[in-house]
């Protein structure tokens, strides 16, 4: 079979799809690399682009803001996020979800770490329980630092030296293995040095100068390294040469485009970014900065001394210089936190005794708590605690669990689908879809692949479960429970039959515990995959429905699993055993909202109907005039609004009417409930204009009741024959079968459901209403 072929819209030319994937990969490595470039031609690139000069914790900071920022809701409280968190240039694989003030709080003592202003000695150290996000940080901040770095905006440089023809002898440079082409005697510097560490200290400050009076804004450019220990013995080798040869413009010579060329390089782990990881071992020097190499010292030992070519540079400073240096899982590497205590005071390691190289990076370490533990094992010796010094320079940053059902629901809905593309709503409303939404997911079994749906409102049920077992109690009014809080944070308001109630309204405290244990994301995803193995015909034996898990599937094996899981003490089991009961009744709340909207779709009003509504009322109220079908200014039609309050509203009937005149109890109504309302928004809008014809009735809580919530009493009055008792096998040609048909095909079409899920949410909620219905 012959290759497919490609024309690329010219029939003239064909190629195969192979090539054409080549040549992309090609056109894209063309725009991430330059060809390297003379040290003249660095300085006229940066003294036009002064931030391309910037150093680590700027650099960091550059990448960051480059991403832009949104805005998000958490805690029931609109905050603005740096979108780099939402790890774009990976699709959101690594995405950080929620703790957006810690973010921010990081960014923050990054800026200030830049501009110089007090922190610069700071170790930034990310601290909280297991499963919170912290790796996910390091993975995004890998990813972002590597795309930001292929961008334009975002080049980092470097220089490599060919010291190869200064002199006759043949001698060359190098670390490691012997080069063996022309173009192989480039070698550049293992370290990432800074390309402006090349010029003598005095000439530099001038240059800075120059650079920075062209930044405006932006965190000055500073470059306090000298070279690295390898473009040190190139740059004195080439120098000792020259000297020798009597050349005139030594540094001329020493950096002429044979021998010196600045390129620019994709910074990731390795180049540019550092990570030591808990299993790395080592001595501490080994770990920091690298190790000597045997065979290249005897090789290369000159004069007595160690020669830094047969240094390996390959330590986690080493790595990370330029950019970012990470110690993952820190209390692993305790003993080596001392030793980094004035890296960043004094921006320099040792190799050894004689050889010391300077160091321009970011600092950051993750830990869990038990880095704490060790920190605090002295302290009860107040100022002679032999680890103060160390907790001084540490800038501490705790990630939290998530304490917002939306962000939890979507962590989960990553977790067990692999989706990662970051949820955008342009209103709660949209989000509320997203968490209420079924999950389906394909499980292999020995008979073949088969689709388990995970119902409407299961991964709701197990997300707020998580979150309410991560709140505190202590800061809880009497009129809340767990459930009230957790939708408060989530979506910044409560509604209590007409009343919207906003988070602001209640003073919790921001020094709270909320977060700061709980059920972690990891065993709940565990215990719905296990699900989604088990024999789930158990749950629902008379019908069948194996591939269908439910909300109360989900909260009852979250709950008996508590017990044996070795992440839960005996305390923490008992107390989140005892908060599931609240979200069970929530999540059947929403169950019955479901099953009431389909069975009443058709009774549901039409938002223009509404709008028409409101603003008679407040002609009514007014002595205003509305527009008739005509175009006419007319009075508004008192029959129109009694035939909306009675039919629409259902809050009132024919006795509290005189004729089509309201009575006092309707007259209160209007006037409380729609006018005030009404005004309240007026005035709010005051200084951009207001007409009531563009208000939005949805903002009033008993208008917005309407558009999309019924009862049972309209139920009853709509469906006078419905039986709630025969909904599981509803007898041939009755009212109930008829009702049950309509509203299980709306359930599927309009909510998600599966004819199935649709089955056994509308039984289980016409059970619970048979009791009561009589």
């Not at 040869?245 to 002429?256: H, K, N, P, Q």
């Not at 080994?286 to 160690?306: P, T």
Request: glycine letters at 8%; a negative charge.
């Amino acid at each position: 079979m012959s290759p497919e072929r490609s024309t690329d819209g010219d029939p003239g030319k064909t190629r195969t799809v192979a090539e054409s994937y080549v040549t992309a990969a090609d056109r894209h490595l063309a725009e991430t690399y330059e060809p390297p470039m003379s040290l003249e031609a660095y300085v006229e690139t940066i003294l036009e682009q002064p931030h391309l000069a910037a150093g680590a914790s700027t650099y960091l900071l550059d990448a960051i803001e480059a991403a832009g920022t949104r805005t998000v809701v958490e805690e029931g409280e609109e905050r603005e996020r740096y979108c780099f968190f939402d790890d774009p240039y990976n699709d959101g694989e690594h995405a950080i979800l929620g703790n957006t003030d810690v973010l921010n709080g990081l960014v923050e003592d990054l800026r200030m770490i830049a501009a110089r202003r007090g922190k610069a000695e700071k170790i930034i150290w990310l601290a909280g329980p297991t499963a919170t996000g912290k790796s996910e940080l390091k993975r995004c901040l890998i990813n972002g630092l590597r795309a930001y770095s292929r961008t334009d905006a975002g080049r980092r440089y470097t220089v490599e030296w060919n010291a190869s023809g200064a002199d006759s002898s043949g001698g060359g440079l190098t670390y490691g293995d012997v080069p063996e082409s022309d173009e192989e005697d480039w070698l550049e510097s293992p370290v990432q040095t800074h390309p402006l560490a090349t010029f003598p200290r005095e000439i530099r400050t001038d240059l800075l100068a120059d650079l920075n009076d062209r930044l405006g804004d932006h965190p000055d450019v500073t470059v306090e390294t000298d070279l690295d220990p390898f473009s040190r013995e190139a740059y004195e080798y080439l120098e000792e040469q020259y000297r020798r040869d009597g050349i005139e413009g030594l540094f001329s010579a020493v950096t002429d485009p044979h021998h010196l060329r600045v390129k620019n390089y994709v910074v990731d782990v390795g180049q540019g970014i550092g990570v030591l990881h808990a299993e790395d071992e080592g001595t501490p020097k080994e770990r920091l900065v690298g190790s000597w190499m045997g065979g290249m010292l005897r090789e290369l030992n000159s004069r007595g001394r160690k020669n830094p070519q047969a240094f390996s540079y390959d330590g986690v400073l080493s790595q990370g210089n330029g950019g970012l240096t990470v110690v993952e899982d820190a209390a692993q590497h305790a003993d080596l936190l001392r030793k980094l205590l004035n890296v960043p005071d004094e921006r320099s390691v040792k190799l050894d005794r004689g050889i010391e190289m300077d160091i321009d990076t970011q600092l950051l370490i993750i830990s869990n708590p038990d880095l704490e533990a060790q920190l605090d094992q002295h302290a009860e010796r107040g100022g002679s605690d032999p680890l103060k010094a160390l907790k001084r320079r540490l800038d501490k940053h705790r990630f939290a669990y998530l304490t917002t059902l939306s962000l939890e629901a979507e962590l989960l809905h990553r977790e067990l689908t692999g989706e990662t593309a970051v949820w955008r709503a342009d209103s709660y409303a949209d989000l509320a879809d997203r968490i209420r939404e079924p999950v389906h997911v394909e499980v292999r079994e020995a008979e073949g692949t088969t689709d388990v749906e995970l119902a409407p409102h299961a991964i709701e049920a197990a997300a707020l479960y998580d979150v309410v077992s991560r709140l505190s109690t202590a800061d809880l009014p009497d009129a809340l429970d767990l459930v009230d809080k957790a939708l408060l944070f989530d979506q910044g308001y409560l509604e209590e039959g007409d009343e919207r109630i906003d988070a602001a309204e209640f003073a919790f405290e921001e020094n709270a515990e909320d977060g700061e244990r709980g059920i972690p994301v990891t065993y709940t995803r565990d215990v719905i995959a296990d699900l989604l193995y088990a024999d789930r015909d158990r749950h629902h034996p008379d019908l069948d429905v194996g591939s269908v898990i439910m909300p109360r599937d989900v909260l009852e094996a979250m709950a008996e699993g508590l017990s044996v899981a070795p992440v839960f003490g005996e305390s923490e089991v008992e107390t989140f055993e005892e908060r599931v009961n609240q979200v069970r009744t929530h999540v059947s709340s929403r169950q019955e909202e479901d099953v009431l909207a389909a069975m009443l779709k058709e009774k549901r009003v039409e938002r223009e109907t509404v709008a028409e509504y409101v603003e008679a009322v407040y002609a009514w109220a007014t002595d205003g005039r509305v527009e008739n079908d005509r175009g006419e200014e007319v009075p508004p039609d008192p029959l129109t609004m009694r035939v909306f309050e009675v039919e629409h509203l259902g809050r009132f009937d024919e006795s509290h009417y005189d004729g089509d005149q309201p009575g006092e109890a309707v007259r209160a109504f209007r006037n409380d409930k729609i006018v005030t309302a009404i005004n309240r928004h007026a005035w709010e809008s005051r200084d951009e204009g207001f007409a009531v014809e563009a208000f939005d009735p949805e903002s009033i809580p008993v208008i917005e009741s309407i558009l999309g919530s019924h009862d049972w009493d309209a139920v009853r009055r709509t469906f006078e024959d419905f039986d709630p008792h025969q909904w599981a096998d509803p007898p041939a040609g009755t009212e109930t079968e008829r009702v049950k048909e309509r509203t299980i095909d709306v359930l599927v079409g309009d909510y998600g459901y599966s004819p199935a899920s649709a089955e056994l949410t509308s039984r289980y909620v016409l059970a619970e209403v048979a009791h009561r219905w009589d």
